[in-house]
């Protein structure tokens, strides 16, 4: 009795069954991105998609503290001065992440975000915070937007 031989063609098939591009999962997507896929189950990879997914969340504010403004204004996000739990950014990200069960907790400093992941990746994430929301934090912190405060 022989052994089945497999042979890649070069359609992307072995033995007549379509099979993945090198660097890409069964359905075609990146690693890491399909929630099956293996890479996407290692910490490091879970630290780096939720970096990736904070930084484009903290850009999608605006691009000026007024549009950092509206944008909390129309969310209606209220937030307590010079507390890293309690700003109005660190409310708007909790709202948003804690519902992701990799993320215990947000919190918001003059130049980062500190995201706490659940136990099983043991170190906090750091976020640099884009321009213009740091620029918002430092106003904020001063009071200046008092419709935004608890």
């Not at 992440?97 to 130049?111: F, L, Q």
């Not at 500190?114 to 136990?119: D, K, L, R, T, V």
């Not at 976020?127 to 213009?132: A, E, G």
Request: proline share 10%; aromatic share 4%; charged share 25%.
């Amino acid at each position: 009795m022989s052994t089945p031989v497999w042979h890649r063609r070069h359609d992307g098939r072995v033995d007549g069954i379509p099979v993945a591009p090198p660097g890409t999962s069964p359905n075609g997507d990146v690693p890491g991105t399909d929630p099956g896929d293996l890479e996407a189950t290692k910490p490091h990879r879970q630290r780096a998609i939720v970096r990736s997914q904070t930084a484009e969340l903290l850009s999608s504010l605006g691009d000026s503290v007024d549009a950092v403004v509206t944008r909390l204004r129309s969310a209606g996000v209220r937030g307590t001065p010079t507390n890293a739990e309690q700003c109005a950014v660190a409310v708007y990200l909790r709202a948003v992440m804690t519902s992701d069960n990799r993320v215990r907790s947000v919190s918001v400093g003059n130049t980062s975000v500190m995201i706490a992941p659940e136990q099983r990746w043991r170190r906090s994430v750091a976020v640099p915070l884009p321009p213009p929301v740091r620029q918002f934090i430092e106003a904020f912190d001063e009071r200046r937007f008092p419709e935004l405060v608890v």
